[in-house]
């Protein structure tokens, strides 16, 4: 869509999506849609999910495929058809960071290729849960998350691509009352310059708040990694 003028054009359709790459259980014949957009790092390319669920309207099993393509709809392809990929980050204008589940590692952080080449895990034993991810600037560390654990804990962290160190950020309890769709994921996200990471949190009877976690020190001279 236009911004200025506000007209629009539909650049891909849901047959579009559903005709690309090999067919799969319900794909063809069960409600459908596509949500997550995100373009790559040089504006070229963007990607996207496609979910359905095989035997509707029971909402089990659900399926995902994440496609990708040019700004105007073209050279559509699909980057993974295992039915199971969740959250997700480009690295680079041609590779994506997501949790997906691939025959060599199982349900892993994988890097995706947008096109030719090959699929690579990363953090197969630091990075073990699914977790929204983002890379700092300079692509050396990773991002993430996780979602509640046992003890309703939300553990936050960096991940040293290089040498594999994993840094724990903080744990946050998240009370039981934030449930399914009023849970509170903590959405970890960087500041331009890499130095802060803002989260969101439920802190006491304060409920949902903005927090900010200072990492500058981890990078100065001399604070080692």
Request: aromatic residues 12%; glycine residues 10%; charged residues 25%.
């Amino acid at each position: 869509m236009d911004l200025e003028t506000g007209q629009s054009k539909l650049i891909l359709s849901m047959r579009d999506v559903a005709r690309c790459g090999r067919d799969m259980p319900g794909m063809q014949s069960s409600p459908m849609y596509l949500k997550h957009l995100l373009f790559n790092t040089d504006g070229s390319r963007f990607v996207f999910l496609q979910r359905w669920y095989h035997l509707w309207p029971t909402l089990w099993p659900r399926y995902t495929r994440m496609l990708a393509a040019d700004p105007d709809g073209g050279r559509l392809r699909v980057v993974d058809d295992n039915g199971y990929t969740s959250h997700f980050i480009w690295r680079d204008p041609a590779h994506i960071l997501a949790w997906s589940n691939q025959p060599s590692h199982g349900y892993r952080f994988y890097l995706l290729p947008d096109g030719e080449g090959k699929i690579e895990v990363l953090g197969k034993d630091a990075m073990t849960e699914d977790g929204h991810c983002t890379y700092l600037p300079g692509r050396e560390w990773v991002l993430c998350d996780t979602y509640p654990d046992r003890q309703r804990l939300q553990h936050v962290y960096l991940f040293h691509v290089p040498t594999g160190r994993k840094v724990p950020l903080g744990d946050f309890f998240l009370p039981p009352k934030y449930q399914d769709m009023l849970r509170i994921d903590t959405h970890p996200r960087i500041s331009p310059d890499g130095r802060k990471v803002c989260i969101d949190a439920a802190i006491g009877s304060e409920g949902r708040q903005m927090l900010l976690i200072d990492i500058g020190k981890c990078f100065d001279p001399g604070a080692g990694r």
